[in-house]
């Protein structure tokens, strides 16, 4: 018994060496690098950058909130774009607006609430509440809509932003009056987005939305799985 005993307290004492040292390598290895998409930051026209400084692959994104394109894009692409290709160093990806009309300008200016780090929350809620806000465009009385086109376009952006309900679904987000209003009356982020319009319709030749561009080519796609395709050949070929 007393030897059976023995060596019972010897496996046991083994396998408590053994759990130790693999604590140990556990405790002792490398932290895994934080996702590439928490790395966001302005481009010199006031875009926003995601993902790795370093990728071998920049993918640029010109669109507009009133685009009901753009909207299904955000809905197929974003998840996938994220996980399988920024998170993981490989695409830096850019948001470019190309502003279409009040309605476009006032989203794009709430989506700046917060900086560069809340964008991409932002963006993602106001194009999934695309249906719910669009009805109300449409279903908007003829005052209401002149009203959207008087006055400065900081008063016409609180006018939209009340009637369509986009300043109802930044509060539910967390922000302020204060906050949705200094968003809306930021002179800074209008003109980065008046120029950023600019620079899509001149300079890059942006006739729709979305567009993309590749590496600074253009790329002919407008859907998640053709624009995958792409950036799949790409990253092959690089």
Partial sequence: MTVLHDNLLDRRCAIAALSGAALTLIAAAPAR???????????????????????????????????????????????????????????????????????????????????????????????????????????????????????????????????TGLAALMRARGYSEAQLDAALGSEVAQAELTGMTNIGRGADRVTGTPSFFLNGQRADAIAWPALKSKLDAALKAA
């Fill in 33 to 163: 690098p934080a996702a590439w998409s928490r790395t966001v930051t302005t481009s010199p026209i006031g875009a926003y950058v995601v993902g790795n400084p370093a990728a071998k692959l920049r993918l640029v994104e010109y669109f507009s909130y009133t685009c009901h394109v753009c909207a299904d894009f955000a809905r197929e692409a974003s998840a996938p774009l994220k996980t399988q290709y920024i998170d993981r160093g490989l695409v830096l990806f850019e948001y470019r607006n190309l502003v279409r009309d009040p309605v476009d300008m006032t989203a794009a200016l709430l989506a700046r609430a917060g900086g560069p780090g809340a964008f991409a929350g932002n963006h993602q809620a106001i194009f999934a509440a695309f249906p719910a806000f669009i009805a109300k465009v449409q279903k908007a009385t003829d005052a209401q809509k002149t009203s959207w086109f008087e006055g400065s376009t900081a008063q016409r952006a609180r006018r939209i932003a009340a009637d």
